[in-house]
Structures are given as C-alpha cells and as structure tokens.
C-alpha cells in the first residue's frame, strides 16, 4: 500500500497531509530507496551522514556534524518571532542482517540492510525539513536530530553526553519509528513506559571437564547450565508481580565441542526486559542469585557480566498530548489510538527522554514483513503521512505566543 494508503488518509476526512509534501512524494521516495541502498551500522554511517547533509545544507540549514561521530542537527529558526525550542529526531544505522528482498534498491553491502525503517525515518524527517524551510511560518526554533547507532549501541545516550541539549537547548523531544501488522496510517502509543528497558548478559558456568562416561570424576558445566536456564523463568513467574511485565531470556548456549568429554566451561548469554527501575534492580538481583545459587548446588561457579544498556522510554504526559493531538491533525482522530500495548523492544530514543521532555509515537504501515527481518522494506506511502505529523507537530507547537508545555 503505498500512494493509495496516505490518499486513502487524506479522504477520510482529514486535511493534514501537506499538499505540498505530497506533490514531491516521488521525490521523497527515491531519497529513501538511495538511503537503503547504502546501509551503515553503528557509528560507521559516513555514507548516510553524507546524505543527509548534503539535503539538509541544500535547503539552507546550517549543520552541525560529529556529536556521536556521525550525528546531524540541523537548525531553522521560524519568520513569525521568537517562540519555544523543540527537537525532532530520526535514526539512520542499519542492522547486520543479510538482505533478502531481491529489491532494485536493496542494499549494496553484503551483510548489511535497513531493516527496521530507518531509511524511511530519515526520508520522513528530511522531508518535513524541506516544506519547513520553504514555509517557515511558526515562532521559534526547531532542531532536526539526525542520531547514529540505535540499534544496541546508544547513539542517542553518546549524543546527550557529548552535548547534544547543551549546544541546542531544547523545552521538548520528539520521535517517531514506523510499525508493521497494524492498520496503514494509524498512529500508535501511550503515556508513559512505551518500550523496556534492554539489559544483556553473559555467565560463563565454570566445572571440571571429564568422559562422558564418567560424570562422577567431573562437575558438569552444561547440567548446571541447564538447570539455570531452567531456573531463571522462575524470576518472572514467582518474583516479579503479576502487575508488573518483565523478560528473562537466554538467546545463546556455547559448550562442548564432541560426544563424549564433559566440558570444563558452558558460557550461556541473552536478555533482560521490564519498564520501571524496580522492577529491573528485583530481576538483576534475582538474576545473580539463580545463578550463584545453582552453582553452589551443582558444586560449579559462574563468572557473571550483567550490563545495563537503554532505560526504558518513558513518554511525558503533556508532551505525548501534543503529539497525539498532532497525530490527529494529520490523519483524523479515528486513526490515533492514546492507549497502544507497552513494547517489551527497546529504543535508545529514552536517553533524550531522560534528559528533555517529550514523546514518541509509532505510525502503523500496515501489513508485511517484520521488523529486523531480512525480506523486510519501509512502505514508501508513509512518507507524506510521517512528514505531514512533523509539520503539523511543528505549527501546533510552535504558534506566535506559544509556551513550552509545564
């Protein structure tokens, strides 16, 4: 569904695609297929970056380059006086997925592909900063945030840390990530915990190699691997409240290498989800006991490495109003829907959040592939209805007189 969908949009009723931005959809379009083309993973997109620049300078935006390496911002200040300071941002890495569509455009970089709607982001952004700097008519400032390194490696914390709010202070933050499966052109979310908190582990289940044959000369690492693995579904079932959501998974087993010797050492990794700070302290504390206490059991050790990666990102009530009643403005209020199911994925957008008050929002692309899926593509007639929302975003919040939101 691609220009059907956001003219199917507009008909129903709203007025909030920009004509303007619709009429270049051709355009736009071909600016994100070259983006997927070209897909560049955590801190390395020079290409992307590149890219990205060149569009944003040749609308006549003054661009300030290398927070996080390969970060943009880019500034337009409106023609209707002095006003608030928001900030809009957008991803731009890829994943380490192998691309499988088969596409014209796909990606040019065995190994590598946008997989997770990330060429469309910065599409959808770049074409709101077109329109806007043709049509500055709003009072204040917005900052368009263009941040490397989503996916698993904080580009979002290393640009709060390298001054990101400092250089270009911010009254709020806003984000936006398309979703598959739902119906085209909705928008999705809710006040605040939206996405888990993302933590990773490695335990690495110390015994004494032996034969097969003969356990008892042994302390067998891979039972007592087992029997963690095992136990630590307890975490959630028994510690956790029921009130509360939480995941405990272990996505990788290494041990052994043949048939018949007992190896010395099973080295189990994966993950941990949940929304509020309680709830994570509680399972990483129940993390190291279960694994502590099998050990002791099984007469082995275990050498733990726990890491906290993304908080969870938490939407600000004022702020996710704005942004709603935004989403509303562009494809009607029937299309927004205030209370969509917490995400247990994570998303380094909550270090903006942390730090500056804001909202974030998923717009729905209706049927196919998953994200982070090889067959995976951005549904293209999402483009006007993204950069329609950072428009109207824009004039609502932005209006002569406005204050930031309390």
Same mark, same amino acid.
């Given at each position: 569904?691609?220009?059907?969908?956001?003219?199917?949009?507009?008909?129903?009723?709203?007025?909030?695609?920009?004509? !303007?931005?619709?009429?270049?959809?051709?355009?736009? #379009? &071909?600016?994100?297929?070259? %983006? @997927?083309?070209? =897909?560049?993973?955590? +801190?390395?997109?020079?290409?992307?970056?590149?890219?990205?620049?060149?569009?944003?300078?040749?609308?006549?935006?003054?661009?300030h380059r290398?927070?996080?390496?390969?970060g943009?911002?880019?500034?337009?200040?409106?023609?209707?006086?002095?006003?608030?300071?928001?900030?809009?941002?957008?991803?731009?890495?890829?994943?380490?997925?192998?691309?499988?569509?088969?596409?014209?455009?796909?990606?040019?970089?065995?190994?590598?592909?946008?997989?997770?709607?990330?060429?469309?982001?910065?599409t959808?952004?770049?074409?709101a900063a077109?329109?806007?700097?043709?049509?500055?008519?709003?009072?204040?400032?917005v900052?368009?945030?263009?941040?490397?390194?989503?996916e698993?490696?904080?580009?979002?914390?290393?640009?709060? !840390?390298?001054?990101?709010?400092?250089?270009?202070? #911010? &009254?709020?933050?806003?984000? %936006? @990530?398309?979703? =598959?499966?739902a119906? +085209?052109?909705?928008?999705?979310?809710?006040?605040?915990?939206?996405?888990?908190?993302?933590?990773?582990?490695?335990?690495?289940?110390?015994?004494?190699?032996?034969?097969?044959a003969?356990?008892?000369?042994?302390?067998?690492?891979?039972?007592?691997?087992?029997?963690?693995?095992?136990q630590?579904?307890?975490i959630?079932?028994r510690?956790?409240?029921?009130?509360?959501?939480?995941?405990?998974t272990?996505?990788?087993?290494?041990?052994?290498?043949?048939?018949?010797?007992?190896?010395?050492?099973?080295?189990l990794?994966g993950?941990?989800?949940?929304f509020?700070?309680?709830?994570?302290?509680?399972?990483?504390?129940?993390?190291?006991?279960?694994?502590?206490?099998?050990?002791?059991?099984?007469?082995?050790?275990a050498?733990?490495?726990?890491?906290?990666?993304?908080?969870?990102?938490?939407?600000?009530?004022?702020?996710?109003g704005?942004?709603?009643?935004?989403a509303?403005?562009?494809?009607?209020?029937?299309n927004?829907?205030?209370?969509?199911?917490?995400?247990?994925?994570a998303?380094?957008?909550?270090?903006?959040?942390?730090?500056?008050?804001g909202?974030?929002?998923?717009?729905?692309?209706?049927?196919?592939?998953?994200?982070h899926?090889a067959?995976y593509?951005?549904?293209?007639?999402?483009?006007?209805?993204?950069a329609?929302?950072?428009v109207?975003?824009?004039?609502?919040?932005?209006?002569?007189?406005?204050?930031?939101a309390a």
């Open positions: 569904m691609e220009r059907a969908g956001w003219l199917g949009v507009a008909q129903n009723g709203s007025v909030g695609i920009v004509p !303007e931005v619709a009429a270049q959809a051709d355009e736009f #379009t &071909q600016w994100r297929r070259t %983006l @997927h083309a070209m =897909p560049e993973t955590a +801190f390395t997109e020079h290409r992307t970056s590149a890219f990205v620049a060149g569009k944003l300078e040749s609308f006549g935006l003054p661009v290398g927070l996080a390496g390969t943009l911002v880019a500034t337009l200040k409106g023609r209707l006086g002095d006003g608030p300071a928001i900030g809009l941002r957008a991803d731009i890495d890829a994943l380490d997925i192998h691309e499988a569509t088969n596409l014209p455009y796909r990606s040019d970089t065995p190994g590598k592909m946008h997989a997770c709607g990330h060429d469309g982001h910065m959808m952004l770049l074409a077109s329109h806007l700097s043709a049509h500055p008519d709003f009072a204040g400032t900052h368009f945030i263009f941040q490397p390194a989503e698993n490696e904080g580009g979002g914390r290393v640009m709060v !840390e390298e001054g990101l709010f400092d250089l270009f202070p #911010t &009254q709020a933050v806003y984000g %936006l @990530h398309n979703w =598959p499966n119906p +085209f052109g909705t928008f999705l979310g809710r006040p605040g915990p939206m996405f888990a908190s993302f933590d990773i582990f490695e335990v690495k289940v110390i015994g004494r190699g032996a034969h097969a003969m356990p008892q000369r042994g302390i067998d690492p891979v039972l007592a691997a087992s029997l963690i693995v095992a630590l579904q307890s959630v079932s510690s956790v409240s029921p009130q509360e959501a939480a995941v405990v272990v996505t990788q087993i290494h041990g052994g290498e043949t048939w018949n010797i007992i190896p010395d050492e099973v080295v990794r993950t941990v989800r949940s509020t700070p309680e709830v994570r302290d509680l399972v990483e504390q129940r993390f190291r006991a279960v694994v502590e206490g099998v050990c002791a059991a099984q007469g082995a050790s050498e733990i490495r726990y890491e906290r990666r993304y908080p969870s990102l938490v939407n600000h009530r004022a702020e996710f704005q942004a709603l009643a935004a509303g403005a562009t494809v009607g209020a029937e927004v829907v205030p209370d969509f199911e917490p995400i247990m994925a998303e380094d957008f909550a270090y903006m959040l942390e730090r500056v008050p909202a974030y929002l998923c717009l729905a692309s209706g049927p196919g592939p998953n994200l899926n067959q593509d951005f549904n293209d007639g999402l483009i006007p209805v993204g329609s929302y950072w109207n975003l824009v004039h609502s919040l932005l209006k002569p007189g406005a204050a930031p």
